[in-house]
């Protein structure tokens, strides 16, 4: 497990990843307008192989957004609507019993679930109760099903795109912290700008939109995926990561002082690996081979954001996580080279 | 065998040869701890306090923090172990069925006699980790709890025996958290230790950092099967407790109970509620296993000192002025330890 090094890498694959990514975009451009940030880091979650949980209302575009880029790169994509009465095997799959015509013999096969595609959209995750909630996050994190106990392996590649209400609608079983925590990037999606809008508008009434080609494939991705592993990161950068995160903890001994007051829960270990790991996957698509300061940087809004926990006193004072993320990037020092 | 003087209890183990075991038993501590460090860093105590349970033959509660490796301990260490592993995300909807199994009725298809049948719930396993236990309400965790205690699960007046051996493995998230259902003390008592796992150094977080987010799974090899463990087991209570470290045990949980006239003044100031005799036994329990993982047949002193820190976490309550001075759990452990002398010449 030895970090191989830019020359092992080949400067070449990685031009290559870079050149794909502005395909896919350019694939995407001809459906979704505006958005660019929101594009930008589903992107990103792909090529890392994480999951991200979009909070936003409803109509943003959002299953446009992930059908395109499953046709972009000719994954199967399904789409699940959470309701209050989904169960756990409406997601997963069931066992049902067939009768074998010619032989009359009755035996239970195995109903494969929508969980059984590349992409998946769980929409208003949070409107279904955490029983259901849990199945598709056990899922997630295990990469396989267990049904009457047979194992089945999902699809690879496999990315969950879980869509939230805004919780101040009523009716909804908001996601723990903890379950939270199994997501890699948390998007915040808000309406168009208006000129955007106008732009939508026409062109969703006017001519024909163009097809979306395929400009990338499955097999591909996950070989990308791995070499967005090996990207090398050097080690200021690795501590620079695990810093932010663990001065958001209100217990860590140097914590600041506005973390103590406001913090109720900081980031757990799962964000200094996304930091990092996001970084890499955000420089490899930018066709570079190294991770630099502002890479970590970016991504740490969608990484910290459900994992920084706000207490009473910062609501009353309306300071929210977007809020302690930025003091925290102020806070923590970068190491002077590798900017 | 033995050392003179010192009562080795009756041997129940019938063709059992004692020191050969406890090799065995040190051999698979070392290798299941050089398995383990492969995608665990810095947490062998947490390890051993875990290991030292499944020896002694008793549950297992972890607390911590989100993210503090806590369901990758369990998961890996079941790797390691040939047994089959089942995993209950607990949820504030779960219901005691989806735990122990349902009825359903079937229909014969030969002729036509429909029947009950039981389909077994996930605690029919070896271990079962039954992560964030206290997001589902008391019902459910009753079922699990008496699950746990009698081995067997009674459904329609017929009793199915769970498989041997049998762990539960569960996991408590320690945020003060909306929504979550903290365990009676009374079902706290039920599991053997208590182990704390907490954020790492940032030095070792850079560490796990740098192997998680690179390339290659790691592959863990099986170090032990079930049928070593229930020997191995079985070998834990065949090693001595000197008479003088007995004492020191129970000196130790009394010391505990504000309730006994000559308790220490911090524990009349900061302790509602003192460890019960479960606690005794289990302390010298786990005693027995952390001398049998170090391949020694009877119990040190030490072993004591190691083994009161999880089998007390959850065993002691605090009062109000405890949580006022920010007194832990952990410094009524420590302060117990001074306050009651060890014996000498053990």
């Not at chain 1, 979650?45 to 409803?58: D, E, Q």
């Not at chain 2, 911090?266 to 606690?279: D, I, K, P, S, T």
Request: a negative charge.
């Amino acid at each position: 497990m030895t970090e191989p090094t830019v020359e092992e890498m080949g400067v070449e694959v990685i031009e290559r990843i870079g050149a794909g990514k502005k395909k896919i975009l350019g694939e995407i451009r001809k459906a979704i307008i505006g958005q660019d940030q929101i594009v930008e880091d589903v992107i990103t979650s792909f090529f890392a192989g994480g999951h991200c949980l979009i909070t936003g209302v409803p109509g943003l575009a959002k299953t446009l957004l992930i059908s395109s880029l499953g046709r972009a790169m000719h994954l199967t994509f399904r789409r699940v609507q959470f309701t209050p009465d989904l169960m756990p095997a409406d997601i997963t799959g069931t066992e049902i019993l067939e009768e074998d015509l010619a032989t009359k013999k009755r035996e239970l096969k195995f109903r494969p679930g929508p969980i059984f595609t590349n992409i998946l959209l769980a929409d208003e995750i949070n409107r279904t109760p955490p029983k259901t909630q849990a199945a598709l996050l056990e899922a997630m994190q295990e990469q396989q099903v267990t049904v009457s106990g047979r194992t089945h392996d999902l699809q690879r590649p496999f990315f969950v795109l879980a869509t939230q209400n805004p919780i101040e609608q009523e009716g909804t079983y908001p996601l723990p912290t903890v379950q939270q925590d199994r997501f890699m990037f948390h998007l915040l999606i808000d309406y168009l700008p208006k000129r955007e809008e106008l732009e939508v508008v026409n062109q969703t009434t006017g001519a024909q939109v163009e097809d979306i080609e395929t400009v990338m494939t499955g097999e591909e991705l996950l070989e990308y995926q791995d070499i967005v592993r090996q990207a090398p990161v050097a080690e200021p950068i690795l501590r620079y990561a695990v810093r932010v995160a663990a001065l958001s903890r209100p217990t860590h001994g140097q914590a600041p002082e506005f973390v103590r007051t406001y913090v109720s829960w900081g980031a757990s270990i799962r964000a200094s690996h996304y930091l990092i790991l996001g970084a890499k996957a955000r420089a490899v698509l930018a066709g570079r081979p190294h991770v630099s300061v502002q890479d970590v940087q970016s991504v740490a809004y969608p990484v910290l954001r459900h994992r920084v926990v706000t207490n009473f006193r910062a609501e009353s004072e309306g300071i929210n996580s977007e809020e302690i993320i930025r003091r925290l990037l102020e806070t923590a020092k970068p190491p002077k080279s590798g900017l | 065998m033995g050392k003179s003087g010192i009562d080795r209890p009756a041997d129940g183990g019938g063709d059992l040869d004692l020191q050969a075991v406890l090799g065995r038993i040190q051999a698979a501590r070392e290798a299941i701890l050089a398995e383990l460090r492969k995608v665990i860093v810095g947490e062998d105590e947490a390890i051993d306090q875990v290991l030292a349970a499944l020896l002694a033959g008793g549950h297992c509660m972890i607390q911590g923090p989100p993210g503090t490796a806590k369901t990758i301990l369990i998961s890996s260490l079941a790797r390691v172990m040939d047994l089959e592993f089942k995993r209950i995300q607990f949820t504030p909807d779960l219901m005691p069925s989806d735990i122990s199994g349902t009825e359903i009725l079937e229909e014969d298809t030969s002729t036509g006699h429909r029947f009950i049948k039981f389909v077994r719930g996930p605690v029919f396993t070896n271990i079962l980790m039954a992560d964030e236990i206290n997001r589902t309400p008391p019902k459910t965790q009753a079922a699990l709890l008496e699950v746990m205690q009698e081995k067997q699960v009674t459904i329609g007046g017929k009793t199915n025996p769970l498989p041997q051996p049998h762990y539960v493995l569960a996991t408590q998230i320690t945020l003060e958290q909306e929504g979550t259902y903290p365990l009676p003390e009374a079902q706290q008592d039920r599991f053997m230790v208590s182990v704390a796992m907490d954020y790492l150094p940032e030095d070792e977080e850079v560490e796990v950092i740098r192997r998680s987010t690179s390339i290659g799974e790691v592959e863990l090899q099986k170090v032990i099967g079930g049928k070593d463990l229930l020997e191995f087991t079985r070998a834990v209570r065949l090693v001595a407790l000197p008479a003088v470290l007995g004492k020191y045990v129970v000196d130790l949980v009394a010391a505990s109970r504000p309730t006994v006239p000559d308790h220490p003044s911090f524990v009349g100031e900061y302790v509602a509620w003192g460890a019960g005799l479960r606690a005794s036994q289990n302390i010298a329990f786990i005693s027995k296993a952390t001398a049998a993982m170090h391949g020694r047949d009877t119990v040190a002193a030490e072993d004591i000192r190691k083994a009161i820190v999880p089998v007390l976490r959850h065993r002691i309550g605090l009062s109000f002025r405890a949580e006022v001075d920010r007194v832990s759990v952990e410094d009524i452990i420590r302060r117990l330890l001074e306050a009651v002398p060890e014996p000498t010449a053990a």
